[in-house]
Each structure stands twice: as structure tokens, then as C-alpha cells.
């Protein structure tokens, strides 16, 4: 009965994410086929303030948005700032919870402006230290991932936007059936144990739990904030680490593993330090 809950749960997962990916394929294909030097030109100079754009976008709770980002990103069309921006303030599982727990909505609030803003500044950072992650080929990288998939882009852009679709969403499903098994295998409650309100620490191990990209991980961090058995600041670690399946789509989607790597390794470190920041201040 676990291996069906897990597949259904996959499937609901997945089901999410599809009008999001289909969404922003399309537009990648757009721009690919249908755009000239100086429109591309154009879109790469209005990305300085991507940042920006991808903090506060991050923010709507909706975890598309992440998977949207890696796509783009994948495709060289956002820098690794504005990806790291919507990581960081991307919200997934929190806002159901703490709805549910009738969580003060001036709370809620603050803490989605919090990590909003803290996106948004580590976003611009990263573009300013990184600019390995800022080299941006419209089209180029669109064209990696069609050769990568075999997709036949030349058969027009609607059929190529689906082809990716099916084969990121194929992934995620299969990803997802794995991690909703292994968690119902550990037990979030088993996680309580570790801990958490201890200060550094709790913030370091929580981090690494909001690396797990799976809904149940988000879940665990706001229920232990809420019972009393984690800090707010290694709540916000693992929450602002949290992106949700956005990695796995940059793995999926994105040719270089290493780079990859180096997104979520930056990704953890700015999570932990926000952590860190928040009990240092105090900010709820």
C-alpha cells in the first residue's frame, strides 16, 4: 500500500509542475526560433535586475517556479543569481502548514518577506562573485538540451515544448516515487531526534535537510519549528535551502553536473547563513 501511496503522490507531484514546464519550454523555443541578436541582446541586459524579478517570484508560494528557473537557467537564458534568488525565497510547503496551524498571517508574512529579500540581495551577490554562472548564449543552451533529448526541435516548437516537458516530467515523477518512499521509510518523525536547537548546528543540519528536494522535507522543518523542537533560525536554513524539485530539473536539464554542483553547494551556504542571520537578529 506505501508503493501506491508514493506512486499517487508522485503523480499528483509531477501533475503540478507540468503546465509550469510546458510553459517555460515554450518560451525558451521562442525566443530560440523567433527572436533577433538585438531582441536577445535585449532580454540578456534586462536580466541584470534578474534578482530582483526571481526574488519576488520565488515568493509566490508556488514550487513551479523553482523547476521554471533550472529550465531557464539550463537553457542560458536567467543567471545563476536569479536562480539562486528564486531558490532562496521560493516558499513550497510552508504556507499550507502554517495556514493549517493558524499561524498568525503577520508571521507568515515576515517570514515569506524575509527570505524574499535575503533571495533577492544573495541573488546579486552571486551574479557579482560568480560570473562563471552569468555566461548567458540565448539559444545556445537551448540547443544543448535538444541534443542532450533527441527532442527533433525542428518539427516546431510546440512538439519540442512537449518533448521536454514529457522528458523532465518523466524524471521528476521517477525521483519523486523514490524520495516519498525513502522518507516514509526513515519517518519524519525520526528527524525530531536530531538537534536542532542547538545554535550553528541547528542551522548546518537543517540546511541539509532542506536539501532533500522533496515536499515531505519542507513539511518536517515547519511542523519541528511549530512543535517547539527547531529554532526559527534553522527553520529558515533549511526552508531557504529548500527549492523544492528545481533540482532536480537544473540536474536533469543542465549539461554541466559541475556547475550544477556549484549552484547547490552557493544554494546550501547562502541557506545557512540566512539561518544564522535570523537567530543572530533575532527577526521573529
Known amino acids: ?23 517555460t519550454y515554450l518560451v525558451m523555443e521562442y525566443i530560440e526560433h523567433h527572436t533577433s541578436d538585438k531582441t536577445r541582446a535585449a532580454i540578456r541586459r ?7 524579478v526571481g526574488g519576488i517570484l520565488g515568493a509566490v508560494p508556488q ?9 531557464l537557467y539550463a537553457g542560458r ?16 510547503e510552508m504556507l499550507p502548514i502554517f495556514l493549517s496551524n493558524r499561524v498568525g498571517i503577520g508571521l507568515i508574512v515576515k517570514i515569506i518577506v524575509i527570505k524574499a529579500v535575503y533571495g533577492v540581495i544573495a541573488g546579486f551577490i552571486v551574479d557579482f562573485l560568480f560570473r562563471s554562472l552569468n555566461v548567458r548564449k540565448i539559444g545556445a543552451g537551448i540547443h544543448g538540451i535538444c541534443e542532450a533529448e533527441h527532442c527533433d526541435c525542428e518539427k516546431g516548437i510546440f512538439v519540442s515544448s512537449l518533448k521536454h516537458t514529457f522528458s523532465i516530467a518523466l524524471y521528476i515523477f521517477i525521483i519523486s516515487v523514490a524520495l516519498n518512499l525513502f522518507m516514509e521509510a526513515v519517518g519524519t518523525e525520526n528527524l525530531e531526534n536530531i538537534v536542532f536547537n542547538q545554535p550553528v548546528i541547528g542551522e548546518v543540519l537543517a540546511g541539509l535537510i532542506g536539501l532533500i528536494p522533496n515536499c515531505a ?16 533560525g534553522a527553520m529558515m536554513s533549511g526552508l531557504m535551502v ?6 532536480l530539473v537544473l540536474f536533469r536539464a543542465n549539461r554541466s553536473r559541475r556547475e550544477s554542483a556549484k549552484i547547490v553547494l552557493i544554494l546550501y551556504a547562502a541557506g545557512v547563513v540566512g539561518g544564522l542571520l535570523t537567530s543572530l537578529l533575532r527577526l521573529f
Open 242 to 247: 529548500g527549492a523544492g524539485v528545481g533540482l
Open 77 to 92: 537564458v536567467i543567471t545563476g543569481g536569479t536562480l539562486i534568488a528564486v531558490f532562496l525565497s521560493t516558499s513550497d
Open 1 to 23: 500500500m506505501q508503493i501506491w501511496d508514493a506512486i499517487l503522490d508522485g503523480i499528483i507531484d509531477t501533475a503540478k509542475l507540468i503546465p509550469f514546464l510546458f510553459l
Open 46 to 52: 534586462a536580466d541584470r535586475f534578474g534578482p530582483l
Open 63 to 71: 514550487c513551479g517556479f523553482s523547476a521554471a528557473a533550472s529550465s
Open 217 to 232: 522535507a519542507s513539511v518536517a522543518l515547519t511542523t519541528m519549528y511549530l512543535d517547539g523542537a527547531m529554532s526559527a
